[in-house]
């Protein structure tokens, strides 16, 4: 793909220095994957559809430029995972890092194991909210709706501004 592509990555982590996951992460995808233009704040999130007693995530958003087609990129992501400890095991385990394509500029793809837009993006606050910050009236390229209109029809319980610990004073 020679004129590029620009995408929006969600990134989550709920194991270890979840900030340092992130981090590391944004900095892998920039190594890897294209170039991040944009970031949204990071989240702190509730586990969603999973067991509640696992540790909260960090979640965010970032605008990825890439030259990558979507096969590619999403290897791409998987490498950044891996180099960063992340074994797949079952879905909904706890994760050092977690790194989903959500949108591939506004096209639709349906192959093996890769399906853009991202089916359950529309119907999760965690992705909406650091969405709707780095880009509020993109519109979903399925349903036409802007990320703004999706965000204002889910629940946006449990999803927090993240405020690292200040260390304590002695």
């Known amino acids: 793909m020679n004129s590029g592509s620009t995408c929006f990555i969600a990134l989550g982590s709920n194991l270890g220095d979840r900030s340092a996951n992130l981090a590391r992460a944004r900095e892998k995808m920039n190594l890897k994957a294209g170039s991040i233009r944009s970031e949204s704040s990071i989240y702190e999130t509730e586990p969603w559809g999973v067991d509640p007693l696992q540790p909260k995530y960090l979640n965010q958003v970032v605008l990825l430029d890439t030259r990558h087609p979507p096969d ?26 977690d790194l989903d394509l959500l949108l591939y500029g506004c096209h639709n793809v349906n192959e093996s194991g890769l399906t853009v837009p991202h089916p359950r993006m529309s119907k999760r606050a965690f992705v909406l909210v650091p969405l709707v910050e780095v880009a509020p009236d993109l519109r979903h ?3 036409g709706v802007t990320i703004r ?3 204002a029809s889910v629940d946006r319980h449990g999803v927090e501004m993240w405020q690292p610990r200040q260390p304590q004073a002695p």
């Open 149 to 151: 209109s999706l965000l």
């Open 72 to 97: 590619l990129l999403l290897e791409s992501l998987h490498e950044v995972e891996r180099s960063l400890g992340r074994v797949r095991g079952t879905p909904g385990e706890p994760r050092l890092i």
């Open 141 to 143: 390229p399925v349903s």
